[in-house]
C-alpha cells in the first residue's frame, strides 16, 4: 500500500474518487510550517533572504580583504625592489672606488684599509635598512577580520545546510504524493540502438534536489571566502551522498516490490497481480496521460475483466503500462542522479578556476569539490544493487518458466510427443505426454528435434512475454543489466536440468544449438554494442559462460579432444569449469565409458 502511494499508483477505491484533489491536501499538509523546519529556523523565505545578505556582506568583505592584501603585496615588491636598485648602485661604487685605487697606484701601500673601508661604510647602512625591512610587517597573515569573517561563514554554512535540507525535502514529498508533473521523459542523452528507453521516465525529485545544492553551494561560492565555500561543499557532498543516495534507493526497492510478477504490476503464472488491478481502477491511472506505450503482454482473464468493470482489455493493459514506467523510473532516477553529479562537479571546479586565485586554500576547495566523485560512485553502486534486486524478485518467475518449458516439477503439462514438445502424430493418432528436456536422441528423434519449435523456443517466448513491458521504460543500460541477471538465472537453472539428462552424440549437437539460441535471443534484445558478441556476452554474463562451456565440453568427438580444449580455453581466459564437473558431465554422454574419463582427467586442477 505504502509503495502504490508513493509512486502514485492509486490503492484501490471507486475510479470517480477524486485522487488528484487528495493528493494536493495531503502534499499541503504534509508541507505545513515548511515540513517543520520553520519551528527551527523560522520562516524559510526570510531565511533564504537573510542568507542572501549574508553573502552579499562576506562578499564585500573578501573583496575588501583582497584588495587590501594586493596592495600590501604591490608595497612590498617596491620595497623589494627599492632594495636592489640600492645594491645595484652600492655595487657601482665599490667598482669605481677600486678602479681608482688600481689607477693611483696604492694598492701595494694599504689594499685592505682602502678597499674594506668605503664597502664596510656602505654595506651598514645597508645592513640597517634590510633590518627594519625585515621587522617591519605591515599586514600579518591573519587578522581580526578574518576571525570575523570565519565567525559569519560558520553561522553562514548552518543555516546554508538547513535550507538545502529543507528544499530537499519539499522535493521529496512532492514525489510521495506524485502527480502528472511529477513524470517527465528522461532528460539525460542515451544512444540507444532499438526501442529500448524509448519511453524511459524520471521523477522531478532528483532534479528539484540537484537545483537546491547547486543554488545553495554557488551562493557560497560567491562569497569569495575559501573557508565558507569549503563548508558549503562539504555539506553539499554529505547531502546528495547520504540524504538523496538513502532516499532513492528505497525507493527503488519500493519500484522493485511493485514489479514483481504475480503479486505486483507483471504478470505471473496466473496473471496480473493486485497492484496491476487497483492501478488499472485507480483515478491515479487515468489521470496519467503524458505517457504512451505498448501495452503489456499479461494475459488477463475473465475474473481481472470482470474487477475492471466497464474497462476493456486494451484500457486496463495500457494503465498497466503507465504504472510499470512509473515504478521503474525510480530505477532510471539513479543513473540520472549520478549524471546530474557529475554535471555538477564539473560546474563546480569550473567556478573555483574562474572566482579563486590559486593557493593552498583554493586547492582545499577543489579537493572538497571532487568528493562528489565518491558520491557518483555510490549512486552508481546503488543503480546496481537495485536491479540486482529486481532481478532477485523476478527470478522464482523466470525459474517456473524454465520449469515449464523443460518439465521439471511444478512446471506445466505440455502436449509433445518428442523432447521439444510439439504434437507428433505416430501412426494415425496423436500422443500426448508431459514434456521433459532429454538430449538422449537417436536420428529419428533428431530429426523431428529439428523440425520443431522445442523447448527453448517455448521458454524465450515466455521470457519475453515477462520482460518485454520493462525494456522501453527502463534506460538501455540498466535495462541490459536486468536482461543479464535473467539470463544468468535461466542459465543456471538450465545447467540444474541438463545435468539431469543423458547426451547421445546427436544430443550433444542439439544442445550446442539450444546454446546458440539462447545467446541469439540475449544478443537480439540487448542495447550496448559491446554485449553483440558471444565473448562479451559471456564475460557479462558467467553461468551463460559456464552453459557455453558445457555445450563445448560435451560436444568432443573424442575423449583425448578434452585435454586440448580445457588447457586452450584456460589460455583464452575463458574456462571456469572445475576437473570434477568436467568428470560428472562427460560421464552424461551414452558413448563415453566412465573409467576412461576418471583415467584421463587424473590431473591437478590449475
Known sequence: KLANMIMGLGVGGDATTTAGTDIA??????????????????????????????????????????????????VLKARNLRKEQKKEESRRIRELQEAKTRDAGDMAASPRKERRTPRDKTNDGHDDD?????????LPPHTQLNEVAAEIGGNYSSLERVLLLAGMQRAFIHANFPDESTFSPVAIAH???????????????????????????????????TGTASAAANVCVDVLGRVLLEVLARRAELGAS???????????????????????????????????????????????????????????????????????????????VAEYTKRLEGNFLKEIDAGYPRGHDTEQL??????????VESFSNASERAIERLVSTMLP??????????????????????????????????????????????????????????????????????????????????????????LGGVSTRLEAAIRKSKFTPLGAISLDSDVRYLMNFAKDRLDSPELKSNVTLCKACLPL???????????????????????????????????????TLLSLRVDFEGSKVNDLLQMDDE
Not at 515548511?34 to 523560522?42: K, L, P, Q
Not at 533572504?49 to 592584501?69: D, P
Not at 634590510?130 to 605591515?138: G, P, S, V
Open 25 to 74: 491536501m495531503k502534499r499541503q499538509a504534509a508541507m505545513k510550517d515548511d515540513c517543520g523546519f520553520t519551528i527551527e529556523v523560522g520562516n524559510l523565505q526570510d531565511v533564504d533572504a537573510a542568507l542572501e545578505e549574508w553573502a552579499l556582506v562576506m562578499q564585500h568583505t573578501e573583496s575588501y580583504e583582497r584588495f587590501i592584501r594586493h596592495a600590501v603585496d604591490e
Open 130 to 138: 634590510n633590518a627594519d625591512d625585515e621587522t617591519m610587517e605591515i
Open 191 to 225: 544512444a540507444t540502438h532499438s526501442d529500448v528507453g524509448s519511453r524511459a521516465l524520471q521523477t522531478n525529485l532528483v532534479e528539484e534536489c540537484l537545483y537546491a545544492a547547486r543554488r545553495s553551494t554557488l551562493r557560497a561560492f560567491a562569497t569569495g571566502h
Open 258 to 336: 511493485l514489479l514483481r510478477p504475480g503479486e505486483g504490476l507483471l504478470a505471473g503464472q496466473s496473471g496480473l497481480g493486485h497492484a496491476a488491478l487497483s492501478f488499472a481502477k485507480s483515478t491515479a491511472g487515468k489521470g496519467f496521460r503524458g505517457v504512451q506505450g505498448a501495452a503489456a503482454r499479461a494475459g488477463a482473464g475473465g475474473k481481472v475483466l470482470g474487477e475492471i468493470n466497464d474497462e476493456t482489455e486494451e484500457q486496463m493493459r495500457m494503465r498497466t503500462s503507465i504504472g510499470v514506467a512509473r515504478a521503474a523510473a525510480n530505477f532510471n532516477d539513479l543513473e540520472v
Open 366 to 375: 577543489r579537493m572538497c569539490i571532487k568528493g562528489l566523485g565518491g558520491v
Open 397 to 486: 518467475r523466470v525459474r517456473q518458466i524454465v520449469n515449464e518449458a523443460v518439465g521439471n516439477e511444478g512446471g506445466s503439462a505440455i502436449p509433445a510427443a518428442s523432447f521439444m514438445g510439439s504434437p507428433v502424430l505416430s501412426g494415425a493418432t496423436s500422443t500426448v505426454s508431459s514434456t521433459r528436456l532429454d538430449y538422449d536422441l537417436d536420428d529419428r528423434a533428431f530429426e523431428l528435434a529439428q523440425l520443431s519449435e522445442g523447448y527453448v523456443g517455448r521458454m524465450c517466448s515466455s521470457l519475453d512475454e515477462l520482460i518485454e513491458p520493462l525494456g522501453a521504460h527502463f534506460l538501455p543500460k540498466l535495462s541490459d543489466a536486468l536482461l543479464i541477471g535473467i
Open 545 to 583: 559462460a559456464r552453459l557455453n562451456q558445457i555445450s563445448l565440453l560435451l560436444n568432443v568427438d573424442d575423449l583425448e579432444d578434452v585435454l586440448d580444449l580445457i588447457s586452450v580455453s584456460k589460455r583464452k581466459g575463458n574456462w571456469d569449469l572445475k576437473l570434477d564437473d568436467a568428470k
